[in-house]
T-cell receptor, first 114, second 114 residues
């Protein structure tokens, strides 16, 4: 158990609809990361938060994507006007050891856009 | 250029045998970290092992060891005494310098044969 919870685990939606994913990390995790993993690929970095501040965003995060972390606790990732190409696993992660920097991932939220 | 290259899309190994999964990386930073993750068919990303660029000894964690060859920029994962439960996707990853982003390779699918 990595202590990172994601909800929902699965989401099926129609093209054009909005979806929101939630990530709840361990309370003492000041850093939080979002990744996207498409079939047959490794996870790709989307964005990262230090407490409530979004400090880095990937070019993959188009203007249809928005992530927030109010109060530096849980985080949400919203996708507006979904497209079939958004179908993927969305992974949230918290930091591991302070000297090693590994990430501990949640179980992911799988999005299918019909 | 790819930051992380895994050239073996798939590998087979006999149960109880050792197997090496290849990973090469590309960075100009002197300080970086290398990681291996396991992703079973259930989808969760499981952290296995970490190697820091300044670590002189190869990292080991139980049956996992990381064969770190800095001059060759390779960080191969060695799994000893393979078990059926080792069948999974394996991802090599790197964190460079002071950056927060971890970059993943495309993965190697390992299948352990009884």
């Amino acid at each position: 158990d990595t202590g990172v919870s994601q909800d929902p685990r699965h989401k099926i939606t129609k093209r054009g609809q909005n979806v929101t994913f939630r990530c709840d990390p361990i309370s003492e995790h000041n850093r939080l990361y979002w990744y996207r993993q498409t079939l047959g690929q490794g996870p790709e970095f989307l964005t990262y938060f230090q407490n409530e501040a979004q400090l880095e965003k990937s070019r993959l995060l188009s203007d249809r994507f928005s992530a927030e972390r109010p109060k530096g606790s849980f985080s949400t990732l919203e996708i507006q006007r979904t497209e079939q190409g958004d179908s993927a696993m969305y992974l949230c992660a918290g930091p591991g050891g302070p000297n090693t920097g590994e990430l501990f991932f949640g179980e992911g939220s799988r999005l299918t856009v019909l | 250029a790819q930051k992380i290259t895994q050239t073996q899309p798939g590998m087979f190994v006999q149960e109880k045998e050792a197997v090496t999964l290849d990973c090469t990386y590309d960075t100009s930073d002197q300080s970086y970290g290398l990681f291996w993750y396991k992703q079973p068919s259930s989808g969760e990303m499981i952290f296995l092992i970490y190697q820091g660029s300044y670590d002189e000894q190869n990292a080991t964690e139980g049956r996992y060891s990381l064969n770190f060859q800095k001059a060759r920029k390779s960080a191969n994962l060695v799994i000893s005494a393979s078990q059926l439960g080792d069948s999974a996707m394996y991802f090599c990853a790197m964190r460079e310098g002071g950056y927060q982003k971890v970059t993943f390779g495309t993965g190697t699918k390992l299948q352990v044969i009884p």
